[in-house]
């Protein structure tokens, strides 16, 4: 905790930094239980300062801070299940999420994203992530063709700092970034049909299962992804048995053609 939080005021502490603690901690490969209890140690921190009237109001009042599901493994979506929740999902949510399986960046460095840090023209598109969480977490990530029209109507429509404003009531704070998608995900899994468990952050872990599905090597990915360190990566690794039996028919058709020789 004393990472993400460190000597911040009780009044300081907002459902983005949370949010940022909950993403570390997930990178981190801490269960989701473990992840839970300091949640829970921090809202009653906060729920004491506030009946001491040193706080006004806590960030985990009206369901601002949203506690990880705790049973099963982390989620892959299949197409068919990306396709059906990107239908369903409303405007802001569905950019979001197609970056995120796209290129496999944050919720958080995407809503951090500003004009400067987009650059859509030639000879290669790209997003610059200022800052994270690790020095690795600072780098560029080329844009896909599927994710480029989402950031092409971004930059068009940018009124201020940010490409991904705060809303406020029926309109936008250009001043300040998204900080919380988390209704418009459970609406979108509701309307869908698809079965939780599936977090938004899980679009992530599907990107970083179709890189490894998709041949590409394990330090690339860790590069692309922000990864702190390897060991991080390698997880994806293990989560598609069908991805292993096709590499282990690789290598025997190799064996196979070496022998014939």
């Known amino acids: 905790m004393e990472q993400v939080f460190g000597r911040k005021y009780l009044d300081a502490i907002t459902p983005e930094i949370i949010r940022a603690f909950k993403e570390a901690c997930i990178e981190q490969q801490r269960s989701p239980s473990t992840i ?6 921090l809202r009653q921190f ?3 300062a506030v009946r001491e009237e040193l ?15 705790e049973k099963g493994r982390e989620r892959t979506l299949s197409f068919d299940e990306e396709r059906k929740y990107l239908k369903a999902a409303a405007p802001g949510l569905r950019d979001v999420a197609i970056i995120m399986v796209e290129m496999g ?18 000879p290669a598109p790209y997003v610059h992530v200022r800052e994270g969480k690790s020095d690795r977490a600072v780098r560029d990530v080329p844009i896909t063709s599927r994710a480029l029209p989402v950031f092409s109507r971004r ?3 940018a009124k201020g700092d940010y490409l991904f404003p705060r809303r406020v009531g029926n309109g936008y704070d250009w001043t300040w970034p998204m900080t919380e998608l ?3 995900h459970l609406r979108a899994l509701r309307k869908s049909g698809i079965q939780p468990p599936f977090r938004l952050y899980d679009l992530r872990h599907t990107y970083g299962t179709r890189t490894i599905e998709a041949g590409i090597d394990v330090f690339s990915v860790a590069k692309l992804m922000g990864h702190a360190d390897l060991s991080t990566t390698q997880r994806y690794l293990h989560l598609s048995k069908g991805h292993l039996e096709d590499a282990q028919k690789k290598i025997e058709r190799f064996c196979a053609r070496q022998r014939s020789l």
Not at 55 to 69: A, N, P, T, W, Y
Not at 105 to 122: A, K, T
């Open 105 to 122: 960046l944050r919720p958080g460095e995407i809503f951090q994203l500003g004009s400067e840090d987009v650059c859509i023209g030639p």
């Open 46 to 48: 906060l729920g004491i």
């Open 36 to 41: 839970n209890r300091d949640l829970s140690c």
């Open 155 to 157: 930059l068009s429509n």
């Open 55 to 69: 706080i006004q109001k806590s960030s985990f009042f009206d369901g601002r801070v949203e506690f990880l599901h």
């Open 182 to 184: 988390e209704p418009a």
